[in-house]
Every structure is written in structure tokens, then in C-alpha cells.
């Protein structure tokens, strides 16, 4: 996965970062080896029809539809960069990384995190995180509604949180599970896709 990807997937995933916080202590029941998610996927992969058997009067949904659109587009690569986004932000704003997120953030986003981390700050809390085993990223749907393309990825993540407060230390062990969509226009030479929603996922 190259850099330039990586920063730009880290960008993007910066949008949500407030509310993946709000859920990043959730445990769910969902384990990080459920495969069901990712052999759905894997099955839809497998039925879709080769690029070069698709007319354009041809009425696509899912992911061959943005495959049509967007020939350019690999999953694989779009996964690996979300992934790495996801790990890059979650760290950045537990650690109170305000560079960082400077880079990543868009401006108002970046002024709603910052208030978060003068909050945390101003109870005298600091917090690390650590990631027991990489993050698992499964294209949860993919749509496209017109040139919009929406994927939502669902991450499972398990890792130690460390948080430092007045009371003490404390480090607590958490899985969690997200479901994060991100939209980008295939008619804009734009490569960036938004992250749009994100959402604590079903137990």
C-alpha cells in the first residue's frame, strides 16, 4: 500500500472520529474470526460479470456497477488503505495527536476534535491504545446512485486501552464493531472518498 494512499484514507476516516470514540468501548458479541460478512462479499465478487461483458445499456447495482463506472477502482487496495486509516485516526485522537488530525481534519471536524481533546485534557485524563491484532476490514454493501459510489466497510477491531486520571490508571481490553460508509463522486477527478456515516454494527 503506498503512503499517498494511506494519508489519504486517514484523511477521510477523520470525519467520524468523534463518534467512533463515543463507541470505541462497546463490547459486542460478534467475534473478529466471523467470517460470514466476508464470504458474502466474497461470493458477490465472485458473481459479478467480467468488465469487458458489460455493455453500458446494461442496469448494474453493487459493487460491478462502480467497477463499470470507475475500471480503476480495487477493493483490495480501498480496504487495505481504510484499514490503515482506521488504525492512524484512532490513534492520533486517543493520544490527543492535534497535529496529526491537523493534517487529516478538515477544518470543522477538526475544531468539534479538538474540543473533545481540551475536554479530556481539562479532567486531567490522557489515554493510549493498542492494538492487540490489525483490524479487520470486510466491504459490508457497496451502491451506486448515479455517479455516487457509498461503500460501507465494517471494522472489527480488539485492543488495550490505557487511560491515566485523577483516580488512577486503568487498562481495560475492548472488541468493537463499526460499519463506516464512505461516498465519492465517479465523475470528479477527486480521488478522495468522504466518509459519510459511521455506526456501531450489530452484535
Do not use: C
Not at 447495482?61 to 480496504?79: E, M, N, V, Y
Not at 468522504?194 to 450489530?202: D, F, K, Q, S, T
Request: hydrophobic share 40%.
Amino acid at each position: 500500500m503506498q503512503v499517498l494512499e494511506l494519508i489519504i484514507f486517514a484523511g477521510l476516516a477523520g470525519v467520524v472520529l468523534y463518534q467512533l470514540y463515543a463507541v470505541l468501548g462497546r463490547r459486542v458479541g460478534r467475534q473478529p474470526e466471523d467470517t460470514q460478512a466476508a464470504d458474502s462479499v466474497a461470493a458477490s465478487a465472485r458473481q459479478a460479470p467480467a468488465m469487458d461483458q458489460i455493455d453500458d445499456g446494461v442496469d448494474l447495482t453493487g459493487l460491478p456497477a462502480i467497477k463499470h463506472r470507475d475500471p480503476s477502482f480495487d477493493l483490495s487496495r480501498f480496504l487495505g488503505g481504510a484499514k490503515g486509516a482506521y488504525e492512524m485516526v484512532v490513534r492520533a485522537f486517543a493520544g490527543g495527536d492535534r497535529e496529526t488530525l491537523r493534517n487529516l481534519l478538515a477544518p470543522n471536524v477538526l475544531a468539534s476534535f479538538e474540543s473533545a481533546i481540551d475536554e479530556r485534557e481539562a479532567q486531567g485524563r490522557s489515554e493510549s491504545v493498542e492494538f492487540l491484532h490489525p483490524p479487520r476490514a470486510d466491504m459490508e454493501r457497496a451502491d451506486l446512485h448515479g455517479e455516487t459510489a457509498q461503500i460501507t466497510v465494517r471494522f472489527l477491531a480488539e485492543f488495550r486501552s490505557r487511560t491515566k486520571g485523577p483516580e488512577g490508571e486503568a487498562v481495560d481490553d475492548k472488541r468493537t464493531a463499526e460499519l463506516w460508509t464512505f461516498e465519492r463522486s465517479l465523475k470528479s477527478r477527486d480521488p478522495n472518498w468522504l466518509l459519510v456515516n459511521v455506526a456501531a454494527a450489530e452484535a
